[in-house]
């Protein structure tokens, strides 16, 4: 916490203070959202607080950033104001950012702190950045006001119960919510939504029986689970063309699912490759082959990693490669698609079921 | 769904779409209008990943000239006129391997046979799949000789017939010059062309605030409800320009304010203020109230052609403190010209919602400034409370402002603090620009992305445009029976002739001072 701490009943009249010092020529004040974002100290602090500018540079909002330290001594409840820079230029936006640091047995003090700042009729987005199938009484609390929850599972210890508990929070909050990890896959599915959107495309695709996925493991000091994405991907295409799960072959450096679809079985392997420049967990390649003996090779640029050349052939023809772009991403990209996202996807939903339904954990 | 073409991986409103491959072709490469807005567009899409890497854009001109003498321009151009700056080396050294162009009279059929072979080689180049749009950037009168071309060298596909691959037209304004060219370009289109391949462009389409008008009204539910002949006194359409005509003096000394933008700009505000919700956000489904409203505009009388349409013509005069000279000393424009530079009218849609409720439109260049507003002045609350004899309190007033500072503002009355009753009119004021922090498109960018995505949503379709003309073309008519003579009749930098402001202060009102 780099700003002045202050004691919680002062932060509205802080801020006042704030707003009122600073020279407001072409400055002003915005909010579009209320974003409450909730991480335990740990190494992946930084990186939330880093996304969450990049979040405030395109819709400035009111941050209210908690952080719980369970190291922190008994009693311990931190709290200070600032102002974010959104832009720069010839108007400059600003919004306020409201900090919180308490020690375990304090959290539930949380609430009460914040429910006073909460700006009415603005939507409450919460980035809970734990994992949501820990009980943890404060998102009880605070999932209860939020308007949706956007979660992310590279903080969950195993996909499968991070599956169930984003169901149960949706369940028992009505709310809307997503996953920053579902948003780091949307290139990719645009791209398949684009290359099988013929009739004829769309019956090729129906007769898929291997997927080969190849997803990135170059170290990280922030993510720790590269299979997810992969593991979506997979689980996505499995959903939308009615696969049945029958087998998980879950061994140390090979994990297999076996499907079974209409056309008979879909063998779905996962292949690593490592490179540096590129996120951990980013998918490097899909293959898909089919009954029919078509091909259908998805691989990303690696130079140009917003770059997805298509390949299609089959014994008696092969196409030109086709060459797919998308949005240049970066971080706090996902966090910002998913919280304009409309409602909840129902791919997702249906992605989170069929990964409840997975005996082993596959990841 | 069981439907065959139902693709699985679909989900609507959670994936965004991915622009097709395509290649464009720029009638006019070596115009105003591809140098300020359409290459600094297709450079600002490829900035942003919108544009895919199976594109290119071939400039199609008269003047001799090389692939690399074009791209060096292209590059000036967008170094001069593009919305990000200063330009990105890496990025364009990328984009420029795109960028072509190709020498041809276009009256000369080799000259597109040629292109044809051209565009088929870019195609297995950089697998553009025969996809083509074709943007008419040119003199209206060469429309239909593209088009002509186009079709016999077998550039244009038939739409019925042709599934795996899409030809598209843009054609910029002005559709026609009354109603009877309209409808005789229209006729002459359509024998090379299905309606559904012409995307007949106005940029003011795809401006956010204009696209956010229909947001503003469907999706709040407390404007929608108070926007009819009951609460709404009258509605003023402002579009004012502080320059004058510049280099285009050949052009205005032919087209004249109501055609440059009257017809199209105005009209299509107008509409989209004025439409009934549609069924569903279909391209069609909103044509369709659009064009309902233009069809009800009540026709204008002899009558109200005399008094209720105001033209002006701006003389020498000063805009924002410097000296400018008058219309008929600009260049290539005739020191006795009659035309219009200044338009100032009143309209009556006649339908349920707007029976009684006069729309004043003004527009006009060398005003003191630029700005686009739409204002819904409301009537007063009944006259009981907070009233001093006689004197009435402001009305509310929502100003919707298309540019500069995009944004919405809504006149409120509230008490002075303290003991006195007095009233004070208040503004809420919305602005994009310190609202949110993105950059908002320009709108040409977003208008290529809609046609190469094939969504004409924010286009003119023919009827619009051939409605619109309708209720015009008599206002044409008149002026050319009835010679104006007493052009120039406001000075620069005024907001236009006196008569404009009596014609609205006969009913009792007055012109917004924007």
New interface residues.
Partial sequence: MSAHIIDPSKIQSELTKIWEGIDKVNK?R?A?FNLVIYIEHNKRLDYIRSITQKV?????SRVIFISVDKDAPQGELKTAVSVLT??SGE?V?TCDLIEIIASKDTQMRIPFIILPHLIPDLPIYLLWGEDPSLKNPLLEELGSYATRLIFDSESGSSLQEFAKGVLKQKEQFKCDVADLNWARI?PF??????A????LK?EE?KEIKEMKICYNISESAVFCHPKVQATYLQAW?AT??NWTLKEVKAEEKCTQITYQSEKGEVKVAFETKEISDLPMGMILSLELSTNKNAHFLFERNIKLS??VRATYSTAEKCL?????????GGAGQSLIKEIF???T???YLKVLDLITKVDKNIC | MTN????????P??????IN?CILVIFGATGDLTARKLLPALYNLSK???????FACVGFARREKTHEEFRKEAKDSIAKFSRTKPIDETLWAQFEEHLFYHTSEFHLEEGYNRLRSFLNELD?QF?TKGNRVFYLSTQPSFFTLICEKLHSTGLIYDHEKVVDKWSRIIIEKPFGHDLTSALTLQAELLKFLNEKQIYRIDHYLGKETVQNLLVFRFANIFFESLWNNRYIDHIQITVAEDIGIGTRGNFWEEAGLLRDIVQNHVMQVLSLVAMEPPVNLDADSIHDEKVKVLKALRPLSEEALKKEVVRGQYGPGFVNGAEVIGYRQEKNVSPTSNVETFLALKVFIDNWRWQGVPFYIRSGKRLPKKATEIAVIFKDPPAVLFQEGTKRNEPNVLAIRIQPDDGTSLKINCKVPGPSSSIQPVKMDF?Y??????EPPEAYERLICDCILGDRTLFAREDEVLSSWQFLTPILDFWAKEPTTNFPNHPSGSWGPRDADAMIEKDGRKWRLL
Avoid at chain 1, 56 to 60: G, L, N, Q, R, S
Avoid at chain 1, 189 to 194: D, G, T
Avoid at chain 1, 196 to 199: E, G, K, L, M, N
Avoid at chain 2, 433 to 438: A, E, H, K, P, Q
Wanted: zero cysteines; aromatic letters at 10%; charged letters at 15%.
């Fill in positions: 002003s915005a579009l405030i540079e395109k819709f400035p959104a832009s108007f936006i949307e599915r645009e791209i398949l939504q684009s099988f959107s013929s009739p769309i695709l295409i939308r063309l917003n770059q030109v490669p086709e060459n797919f772009i998308f949005p240049k996202h409309k409602g996807s129902l791919h | 065959a073409s139902f693709n699985p991986l679909e989900e409103g959670q994936l965004s779409g991915l491959p942003d990943g919108q544009l895919p890497s199976q297995v697998g602005r620009g310190t609202y949110f922090g993105i």
